[in-house]
């Protein structure tokens, strides 16, 4: 049995910066990532990240999780765990993980925090299991961390954040990208994104869907409709383009199993993508044990999965009583962070999904 003050389940940016505050605040500190290198998202991402400077916007998502362990690696307090994956979780608060495929290890934390993130939606279309058909994801990690190429000629489902950056990184490897195409009357992805792939000559085409695949054993082209305001296909606008990968990027869904195991309260939260935990401004759950942070508790960003990681982290040092001076000044500046990302019309959503799930008083 493996004994310790706080257990961190995911090692993407809100499990690192968890990890920062509970080793900071004295803790002894676990973290598990089914992974074989921490990171996360952040290990395919080659781009320069949006944001906020004090969460790393400018610096490329491939070099922060670096920079998130830069200060705890080498500390006693701090032990990681990769290729293992969580997989129990039972009353007593005993966790058990698959450790490297091979053995089951048994953790018992005081506190435990879920940043498990996120998994990627797909959609139903007729051939949409033909090899050759991948999620946004998917691609990115053949691209960008094995450095193979999916394909010759993508079609890009998805006109959100990741269709728009995956789109321009298959562009940067050298492969075709036919069109973006999106069932939105508009583009959902920042401005920016899009007038990168605009201006590369990619089309994008809005209120436009996928109907099915062309091919036998492998995917040899696509056949998409532009689709009215009920997402019907319009007649006679079926087209066939030519692609021999399709590349599905429409959108993510908290993972939330974990959550579930500890009878955390859950709510489905549109806006935020599915089922996400009721929890309060501390991060905690209605399970008093356990706290949640990043995409597991709601698709957003890095930039805010690092700060919910902080201050889930102060708040789980906390808890079990480190002596954290000046914790409520700092909590009061990350929440006052927090509102500062989700500010404006694009955090327009995150604000009305969250005000669903966070509880004003504390849990
Ligand atoms: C193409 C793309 C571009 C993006 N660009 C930006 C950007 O420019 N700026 C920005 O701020 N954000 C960006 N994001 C979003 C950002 O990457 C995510 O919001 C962020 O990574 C979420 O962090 P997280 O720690 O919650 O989850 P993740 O990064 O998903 O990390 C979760 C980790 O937990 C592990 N895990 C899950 N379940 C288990 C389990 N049972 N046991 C052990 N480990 C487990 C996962 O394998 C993963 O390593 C982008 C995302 C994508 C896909």
């Known amino acids: 049995m493996r004994e310790c003050d706080v257990l961190i389940i995911g090692g993407g940016p809100a499990g690192l910066a968890a990890a920062n505050e509970t080793v900071k605040a004295g803790c002894k ?26 969460e790393y916007a400018g610096v490329r998502g491939i070099w922060i999780a670096d920079k998130l362990l830069e ?5 006693p307090l701090f032990k990681t765990y990769l290729r293992t994956t969580a997989c129990g979780l039972y009353e007593d608060g005993i966790i058990t993980a698959l450790f490297e495929d091979s053995e089951y290890l048994k953790f018992k934390p005081k506190k435990l925090i879920i940043a498990t993130g996120a998994l990627e939606k797909t959609i139903p279309f007729p051939g949409n299991d033909l090899p050759g058909v991948y999620g946004a994801g998917a691609v990115q990690t053949l691209m960008n961390v094995y450095g193979v190429m999916p394909g010759n000629r993508g079609l890009m489902v998805g006109a959100g954040n990741i269709g728009l950056i995956v789109s321009y990184q298959l562009r940067q490897a050298g492969v075709d990208v036919t069109a973006v195409i999106e069932g939105m009357d508009h583009v959902g992805g920042y401005w920016v994104h899009a007038s990168k792939i605009a201006r590369l000559g ?65 709510r489905y939260v549109s806006e935020l993508g599915g089922d996400v935990p009721i929890r309060d401004w501390n991060m905690r759950t209605t399970n008093p044990d356990v706290y949640v942070a990043g995409d597991a ?44 990302l989700r500010c404006g019309p694009v ?11 966070t509880l004003e008083e504390e849990l």
């Open 71 to 75: 200060n705890i690696k080498d500390n």
């Open 202 to 266: 990619i089309p994008i085409r809005t209120q436009t869907t996928i109907l099915r695949t062309l091919g036998e054993n492998r995917v040899t082209g696509a056949v998409v409709a532009q689709i009215d305001d009920n997402w019907q296909p319009l007649p006679d606008t079926e087209e066939h383009l030519e692609c021999d990968f399709i590349c599905l990027a429409v959108g993510l869904l908290p993972l939330v199993e974990l959550l579930h195991l500890a009878e955390c309260k859950m």
């Open 297 to 340: 508790g709601g698709i957003e960003e890095a930039s805010s999965a690092i700060v919910e990681g902080a201050i889930a982290g102060i708040s789980a040092a906390k808890a079990i009583g480190a002596d954290l001076k000046g914790y409520e000044t700092r909590k009061a500046k990350l929440i006052a962070e927090l509102g500062e």
């Open 29 to 54: 500190t676990i973290l598990l990532d089914d992974a074989f290198k921490p990171g996360g998202q952040l290990v395919k991402q080659t781009h320069k990240f949006f944001g906020s400077e004090m």
């Open 347 to 357: 955090g327009d959503h995150i604000r009305c999904g969250l005000a669903e799930c």
